[in-house]
């Protein structure tokens, strides 16, 4: 009898929450399906990996490893997966998927699915493959925002929405309110009474602590000095908390008193001597050297100049910038006004872009129609197909059994084809969306950032410019995407040539919308 060779497999299951443990989507049950479906298809499984992480993660440890083990192992030509959703959930991990399956010999099986993926897969299969992950995505983000929605409304009635913090704890049957953790507590209410009397640092609060024997945890008798400046620093130790930047009343009890607390944020002011002021400035944090590659960090001088330069925060004592004298603020000022006005369009512009736009989405969705009617169709003869083997149910001629099972698998597709309906909708008006709100920051960004304050420029330079780099004075940038292709396109002798008096979208071929 000849021998049956088996090709090589991989699996990999996983879960994205404790929800999905508990409703049939557990690993367990992921492997005996996968394992299944191997035995039914001749797959030698060689390796497993397996995840428990959250949905909107990119780069998991696991997903990573299984990707590096198929790179490594070309005999292992088969990844076995229960579907696409167990799979990715971003659009990161998508495009890494179909990477591989397009750039090397591995087969994707998303089992459930129905779908396979590799070299030689039709690009229907990729678009289905990258609209169900899009799905995902957006189901994933949905799902995280009714999550901050209900830990925002708790918060606004008064109850912690987290985890309960160190000094507190919850009962078993009230999940809403804190209530307080006595040692805990105990170590809270010592460290603000010792360090409001002024004579104390940080450090000596924590020796003085640990003198008296009051410890923060019993594994950990001494906490970090982060850890007690953070304590030292929360309202929420006096009846207040904050959430999402929002100070709240609590119903909590709190550990210390309203003047405890004030009397240790004034410890904290006489203790700390006033700094040079560098990230809260306008355009601290924002650059970085252009010789060294250290942050470049500003500094006010006479309470009113204000200076940019290199900290020289490696090290290097050879660093050239430091020889030169520092950049004024409003020497920077005119360089990124420079870089924001090479991107400014006039409404003319704009106008002519947004129809140019519509008119290549008349001709994209000219192409996809006969996509459309198809999906239509499948809808159709799914509708009526289902309606026929009710009819074939009600005259005996199939069973109740097979009737539900059928209904269930039809209702499915149904379902997929509308879902796949939608997502051209909601594709088109979305393009639409983001080519607007890029045209209209790119008309107004310059007024703005000439009449705002420095959280708005700030919003500005990095909604627009990425990589700034200073040396000699000078500042380097690129431009963040689309605007690259505006400034591009807007240096082009071309471009006004492309727009005529009527607007007309008739120089496609210009530089500008080439690009």
């Known amino acids: 009898m000849e021998k049956i060779i088996k090709e090589k497999a991989i699996i990999y299951t996983r879960v994205s929450s404790k929800e999905q443990e508990t409703n049939g989507f557990s690993i367990p049950a992921q492997t005996k399906y996968l394992h299944e479906y191997a035995s039914n298809n001749n797959f030698e499984i060689v390796e497993s990996f397996s995840e428990s992480t959250s949905a909107k ?10 990707i590096k083990f198929l790179k490594k192992n070309k005999t292992v030509k088969n990844m076995l997966v229960e579907k696409n959703d167990r799979l990715l959930r971003n659009e990161t991990d998508c495009a890494k998927m179909i990477e591989l399956a397009k750039s090397t010999d591995i087969n994707i099986h998303l089992v459930k699915d ?3 993926l590799n070299k030689s897969s039709k690009p229907d299969d990729f678009f289905m493959f990258t609209i169900q992950s899009a799905m995902s995505a957006r189901y994933s983000r949905n799902l ?3 999550v901050k929605k209900g830990m925002r409304e708790k918060a606004e009635q008064g109850y912690w929405p987290n985890k309960p913090p160190y000094g507190y704890t919850k009962k078993y049957n009230d999940k809403n309110n804190l209530i307080i953790e006595e040692k805990e507590a105990e170590y809270v209410k010592t460290a603000y009474e010792l360090y409001a009397t002024g004579n104390h640092s940080l450090q000596s609060v924590l020796d003085e602590l640990y003198r008296r024997g009051i410890f923060y945890k019993p594994h950990k008798p001494k906490a970090e000095k982060n850890q007690l400046y953070k304590l030292l620093k929360n309202p929420l130790y006096k009846g207040l908390f904050k959430y999402d930047t929002v100070l709240y009343q609590g119903k909590h009890p709190a550990i210390v008193s309203h003047s405890l607390f004030e009397a240790v944020q004034k410890s904290f002011e006489r203790e700390n001597k006033p700094k040079l002021a560098s990230i809260n400035l306008l355009y601290g944090g924002l650059m970085r050297c252009g010789d060294c590659g250290c942050t470049i960090v500003g500094e006010i001088k006479k309470n009113k100049y204000i200076y940019y330069h290199c900290n020289f925060g490696k090290g290097k004592d050879n660093c050239s910038q430091s020889t030169l004298s520092w950049i004024k603020q409003k020497d920077i000022d005119e360089q990124i006004l420079g870089a924001i006005k090479k991107i400014q369009v006039t409404p003319e512009h704009k106008e002519w872009i947004i129809r140019a736009i519509k008119h290549i989405n008349e001709k994209q969705t000219n192409i996809s129609s006969d996509k459309l009617k198809t999906f239509h169709a499948e809808i159709e003869k799914n509708k009526n197909k289902l309606q026929q083997m009710y009819m074939d149910k009600l005259e005996g001629k199939i069973t109740e059994d097979f009737w539900l099972s059928m209904q269930n698998q039809i209702t499915e597709k149904i379902e997929k084809y509308k879902s796949l309906i939608n997502a051209y909708d909601r594709a088109e008006l979305k393009t639409m969306n983001e080519v607007t709100s890029t045209l209209e920051l790119s008309e107004t960004a310059y007024n703005k950032y000439l ?8 919003k500005i330079v990095n909604s627009i410019l990425s990589n700034l780099t200073l040396r000699d004075g000078k500042l380097s940038y690129t431009y963040k995407k689309p605007f690259d292709i505006l400034a591009k396109g807007l240096s082009c002798s071309k471009w006004w040539a492309a727009v005529d008096s009527n607007h007309r979208p008739h120089a496609y071929q210009a530089c500008a919308l080439t690009t």
Not at 57 to 66: A, Q, T, W, Y
Not at 451 to 458: H, S
């Open 114 to 116: 129905g779908i396979i």
């Open 451 to 458: 009449e705002g304050n420095d959280e708005i420029k700030r």
């Open 144 to 146: 995280s925002n009714e």
């Open 57 to 66: 993660e990119s780069g998991r440890f696991e997903f990573e490893r299984m």
